[in-house]
């Protein structure tokens, strides 16, 4: 499975975004995706998953503000960021588990600017 991330950019605070993350190869169309994002000297969090069927779940952190959707024709995952704040600043990852396999995209930079 190869998972390509794009969107990332500078935006000020309260500006929107729209990330991307198409996913190819054996098993991308049926398997949930995820996002998660990764900070200057910080852990690696998770953001917003959606399931094969659906369904939503995203970090409190970001709930409200953020959505997670995804095209399963085109097995592209998007995570619409609204409402952005300095604390949103981070590379962001696309993640795809099958099994015990974590895949993850390259990373997208997202920087929120005061």
């Known amino acids: 499975v190869q998972l390509q991330a794009s969107g990332g950019g500078l935006v000020q605070a309260g500006e929107s975004l729209r990330l991307s993350c198409a996913a190819s190869g054996s098993g991308a169309s049926r398997n949930g995706m995820g996002w998660y994002r990764q900070a200057p000297g910080k852990q690696r969090e998770w953001v917003a998953t959606r399931t094969i069927g659906g369904a939503s779940a995203y970090a409190d952190s970001v709930k409200g503000r953020f959505a997670i959707s995804r095209d399963n024709a085109k097995n592209t995952v998007y995570l619409q960021m609204n409402s952005l704040i300095p604390e949103d600043t981070a590379v962001y990852f696309c993640?795809?588990?099958?099994?015990?396999?974590?895949?993850w995209g390259q990373g997208t930079l997202v920087t929120v600017s005061s």
């Open positions: 993640n795809m588990q099958i099994g015990n396999n974590n895949y």
